[in-house]
T-cell receptor, first 114, second 113 residues
Framework: SAVISQKPSRDICQRGTSLTIQCQVD?????MFWYRQQPGQSLTLIAT?????????ESGFVIDKFPISRPNLTFSTLTVSNMSPEDSSIYLC???????????FGPGTRLLVL | KQEVTQIPAALSVPEGENLVLNCSFT??????LQWFRQDPGKGLTSLLLIQSSQREQTSGRLNASLDKSSGRSTLYIAASQPGDSATYLC????????????FGAGTRLAVHP
């Protein structure tokens, strides 16, 4: 099974600033997913990040707000730009098992925007 | 558009009870269905994965069933324990090479001694 780490684990930020979240996987994976979990809500997919190509964003999410980097097969970053209190959420990185069976999740980054 | 619904939204039971958590989905063309557990402030832990061709999967005190044609899955927890207290999430993956997970809103379970 994949082991996923995220940094930071939590942060408190001021509105208007940006935060970059890092996701590191202990094995090479083609696809990485970024999810958002707003308070009391379930998980919503933000985008799919493939190495060597631009991320694919879901409806309601745009690259200017959530730029993603995928420099290699074990690492990705998600930036939350120009933050507002509505961006307060848990952000989770996820990778599928080979063959897209089970999906593994990182511990999440808890973001509070004041 | 696939939608996943979980009932009940919250459940509080005494220790030792057998529980059934329900998950329904609108599009039966799924690749698989997965049940996760989320503890407060933590990430997700995969509990059981059921392929679209399977009817059920078991792991310890957990049993998950799938009725694809009716768009339903249940997670059965036997002899519940306080350590089972968590939020349980159901997620489906679409068929036909469509590989993102669609999550339900979850069932918050509290098992008290």
């Amino acid at each position: 099974s994949a082991v996923i780490s995220q940094k930071p684990s939590r942060d408190i930020c001021q509105r208007g600033t940006s935060l970059t979240i890092q996701c590191q996987v202990d094995s090479q994976v083609t696809m990485m997913f970024w999810y958002r979990q707003q308070p009391g809500q379930s998980l919503t997919l933000i985008a799919t990040a493939n190495q060597g190509s631009e991320a694919t964003y879901e409806s309601g999410f745009v690259i200017d707000k959530f730029p993603i980097s995928r420099p290699n097969l074990t690492f990705s970053t998600l930036t939350v730009s120009n933050m507002s209190p509505e961006d307060s959420s848990i952000y989770l990185c996820s990778v599928p098992e080979t063959g897209e069976e089970t999906q593994y999740f990182g511990p999440g980054t808890r973001l509070l925007v004041l | 558009k696939q939608e996943v619904t979980q009932i009940p939204a919250a459940l509080s039971v005494p220790e030792g009870e057998n529980l059934v958590l329900n998950c329904s989905f609108t599009d039966s063309a799924i690749y698989n269905l997965q049940w996760f557990r989320q503890d407060p402030g933590k990430g997700l832990t995969s509990l059981l994965l059921i392929q679209s061709s399977q009817r059920e999967q078991t792991s310890g005190r957990l049993n998950a069933s799938l009725d694809k044609s009716s768009g339903r899955s249940t997670l059965y927890i036997a002899a519940s324990q306080p350590g089972d207290s968590a939020t349980y999430l159901c997620a489906v993956r679409g068929a036909g090479g469509y590989n993102k997970l669609i999550f339900g809103a979850g069932t918050r379970l509290a098992v008290h001694p």
